[in-house]
């Protein structure tokens, strides 16, 4: 899963995670990534438009998408 948040990352692509938040409930949500570290991953929530730092033990699947985004800058 870690090598498909990199790829999402290098080639600037969207991703679909579902994950596990603070308050144990499940999310899922379709992120632009822009960092990965062991722990972390820095990302662009599509859903809410604010960036968001997701924990890599709370992401259970990550999956592309085949839709495109347009970005703003």
């Known amino acids: 899963m870690k090598k498909q948040l990199e790829k999402a990352w290098k080639e600037k692509r969207p991703i679909e995670i ?9 999310s899922q949500r ?33 999956s592309f998408q085949s839709k495109t985004y347009k970005l703003y800058a």
């Open 30 to 62: 379709t992120i632009l990534v822009y960092g990965v570290t062991d722990t972390y991953i820095k990302a662009q929530c599509l859903k809410k438009k604010q960036p968001r730092i997701f924990k890599v033990d709370s992401i259970l699947a990550a």
């Open 18 to 26: 579902i994950y596990v938040k603070k308050d144990s409930s499940i």
